[in-house]
């Protein structure tokens, strides 16, 4: 068989063993990538302890040097190289227990050798295994400055990325992005000798400081980073500025009918936000506003009252929500409040039959439908909006990057933007918001509409189960509602499924007079509705459920829910179950069923949920203990944003680094440029999403 000439080149070029491409797999492709590739500890190098003073030092790492005085293969109790290493002071043994036959030559007798690594007692007195050491000439020189030891990777080598580095010092640019008064005026230190001091600090550093990331050198890496974040968002913001989008003219015809029609009154912080967002969308450029409310606190009507506005003004509004069900209320709703004010509304879904699908298709395309709710496939669908003024987006933090991508894409073929409202019910703190959500206004319904009764949580354990489905009896008896959650089993959904079946024939059993029903995420859309609708209507007194419910569902007289197995469950997810009860008058009691022994975090978890129902309170509590990343989770936050500053931690940073920013744009565009260049190069794109 001929030999493919091609096939051998092909071979050739796919071989990954360029060190460029070892280093671009840890992310390290410019010398600003590792510069920034700081260590995680440093080894100190830079003294020698004479061999008698180690000797004392079980247990800790020294560095020796000695000549060898004695190098010998042992076979018991196996097979090893012992070297005895000797100085002025004393002897110390070097054992190897795997080992090439060159380490024989390397370390013969004569040798000078120096070595690092932990002391132990042996029976021959201290003595090292498998030290690091190199053979060295008299008097050879010792490092003036610790040794870092990086995060490394397959086939990268501390002494590669040593060397990496080292080169990358010796290229880079090092002027100082800030200028010299901004800097001191921040006391900030240089960024150079920061840099420097980061990898190759002196010996008398203080190391504590370091690892911990408060030394001056980590906050100028901080301040830098989060600087460069905060000149990102700002431009982004600007640039949205220079779009154009549908300027939605304030209280027209349909909106002023809408809320005269209203079945009660809006509360103050409703009306605020609302005032907030008309204004927002009254203008010729795209609103990006993120609606912030805590469970039950009314943002639906908010929105509809915004896509009010819209089709007043000849527009097209959508709305959107992650889960079919929650979708449904709010197509339910809406049609509710608006057609009968004469509004066309479409409903489309991936669910829908393909007949259905082309007709609700039609309906946009054509213009007739002027609200249009659904799932995602109202942007996944090759649906195409003749003229969207305002996308709403329930729950938006649920949706994926990918998801909030295409959205923003929507309608950007044509010369408008449709405005955006985000909804979310799980409370981003402050920093958070401010940062990773990238160029957002903020609003916020912190108020809950009146004549709520307070929720009363209580944990109990499950061997009380008994206790728990009694007192389910008593109350549904008395004509209250009661939704029972389903433990969530992450490992298996079939699992989950077959854990929901069960409670729910346990419970049909233990409450013969009572109606129990089921709900799951495997049942057919039709089939959910059917269940939905029945415990909306009171005819279902006992509502069965995985998780499926955890957003949205609104049943005002469903006052009591048990959760079972409350201890696998986040915080926000507890937080948003929790919040299907307490929405009508009746006094609402939740139950977190628990199995023990819990740990730690599981009871400090269950113990927040009694103390408060406060959505921010339990958000922040939540920040504490699982940090921002894992906050927003890693689809949400996409690319680790931040890799130095800490925003909880470091949150007078975050300000001080906001404040700068703005001053930067307004006073001087070279800092910005330079700084902006050296920081995220061609990364801003993922901060636009
Ligand atoms: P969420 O903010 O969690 O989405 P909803 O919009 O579902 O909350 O509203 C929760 C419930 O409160 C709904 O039944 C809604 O009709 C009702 N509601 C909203 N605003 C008010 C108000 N100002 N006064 C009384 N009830 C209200
Ligand atoms: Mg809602």
Not at 10 to 38: C, I, T, V
Not at 248 to 265: C, H
Not at 589 to 595: I, S
């Amino acid at each position: 068989m001929p030999k493919s000439p091609s096939k051998t080149i092909a071979k050739k070029a796919s071989k990954p063993n360029r060190l460029e491409d070892k280093l671009a797999r840890l992310g390290l492709r410019s010398d600003m990538d590792l510069l920034l590739h700081l260590p995680m500890r440093y080894e100190d190098e830079t003294e020698i302890m004479p061999m008698r003073d180690a000797g004392f030092m079980a247990g800790n790492t020294a560095q020796v040097e000695g000549v060898v005085t004695s190098c010998d293969i042992q076979y018991r109790p196996r097979r090893q190289l012992v070297v005895t290493l000797s100085d002025d002071s004393s002897q110390l043994i070097l054992r190897f227990l795997n080992f090439y036959g060159s380490q024989t030559k390397q370390l013969a007798e004569g040798a000078r050798v120096r070595a690092r690594g932990e002391v132990r007692h042996g029976f021959f007195g201290p003595e090292m295994v498998h030290p690091a050491y190199k053979v060295v000439e008299e008097g050879a020189a010792l490092p003036e400055a610790l040794t870092p030891v990086y995060p490394a990777g397959e086939g990268v080598s501390q002494t590669v990325l040593r060397k990496a580095i080292a080169d990358a010092m010796k290229r880079m640019d090092w002027h100082d992005t800030l200028p010299d008064s901004l800097r001191s005026g921040l006391g900030l230190m240089r960024f150079e000798p920061a840099i420097r001091l980061l990898h190759n600090p002196p010996p008398d550093v203080d190391e504590h400081a370091l690892i911990e990331r408060t030394h001056p050198a980590w906050t100028r890496m901080k301040f830098d980073e989060l600087l460069a974040q905060q000149l990102s968002l700002k431009r982004a913001q600007a640039a949205r500025r220079l779009k154009g989008a549908a300027a939605l003219s304030i209280r027209g015809t349909l909106f002023q009918a809408f809320l005269a029609t209203l079945p009660f009154k809006l509360t103050g912080a409703q009306e605020r936000v609302l005032k907030e967002i008309q204004h927002d969308i009254s203008e010729s450029y795209p609103m990006q506003r993120l609606l912030q409310g805590d469970v039950g606190s009314g943002k639906t009507i908010v929105a509809a009252l915004a896509a009010a506005q819209a089709i007043d003004s000849g527009y097209q509004a959508a709305l959107m929500a992650p889960t079919e069900i929650l979708a449904e209320q709010h197509f339910r709703k809406i049609t509710q409040w608006l057609e009968p004010l004469g509004v066309k509304v479409a409903w489309l879904t991936g669910s829908l039959k393909k007949k259905e699908k082309t007709e609700a298709q039609a309906m946009i395309e054509s213009g007739e439908a002027q609200l249009v709710v659904g799932t995602h496939a109202v942007i996944q669908e090759a649906v195409q909006f003749p003229k969207l003024g305002l996308v709403i987006v329930d729950e938006q933090h649920r949706f994926g990057v990918g998801q909030r991508l295409a959205l923003r894409n929507k309608g950007m073929e044509g010369k408008i933007v449709p405005h955006q409202l985000m909804m979310s019910a799980t409370p981003i703190p402050r920093t958070l918001a401010m940062t990773y959500y990238a160029d957002l206004e903020v609003s916020v319904i912190d108020e809950l509409p009146p004549g709520r009764t307070p929720i009363v949580t209580r944990v109990i354990d499950q061997n009380r189960r008994d206790e728990v489905i009694d007192r389910i009896h008593v109350a549904a008896r008395e004509g209250r509602q009661v939704y029972w959650v389903c433990p969530l089993i992450e490992e298996s959904e079939a699992l989950q499924l077959q854990t929901a079946t069960e409670t729910h024939q346990t419970l049909v059993e233990a409450l013969p007079d009572l109606r129990v029903g089921l709900v799951h995420g495997r049942l057919k859309p039709a089939e959910k509705q059917l269940v939905m609708d029945a415990f909306s209507r009171g005819e279902v007194h006992v509502l069965v459920a995985t998780t499926v419910i955890e957003v949205g569902v609104d049943v005002p007289n469903a006052s009591l829910m048990v959760i079972e197995h409350a201890e696998r469950f986040g915080l926000s997810q507890l937080h948003q179950l929790r919040g299907r009860i307490g929405r009508g008058s009746a006094a609402s009691v939740c139950l977190l069923m628990y199995q023990g022994p819990l740990g730690i975090v599981a009871k400090e978890r269950l113990a927040i949920m009694r103390e408060t129902t406060d959505g921010f309170e339990i958000a922040r509590r939540d920040l504490q203990i699982r940090g921002p990343g894992d906050f927003l989770g890693a689809r949400q936050s996409g690319e680790a944003l931040l890799r130095f500053a800490d925003l909880e931690g470091d949150q007078p940073l975050v300000e001080q680094a906001r404040d700068v920013a703005q001053r930067l744009l307004q006073e001087d565009l070279a800092t910005v440029e330079a700084h902006l260049a050296r920081w995220l190069g061609g990364r801003e794109d993922y901060l636009k999403v």
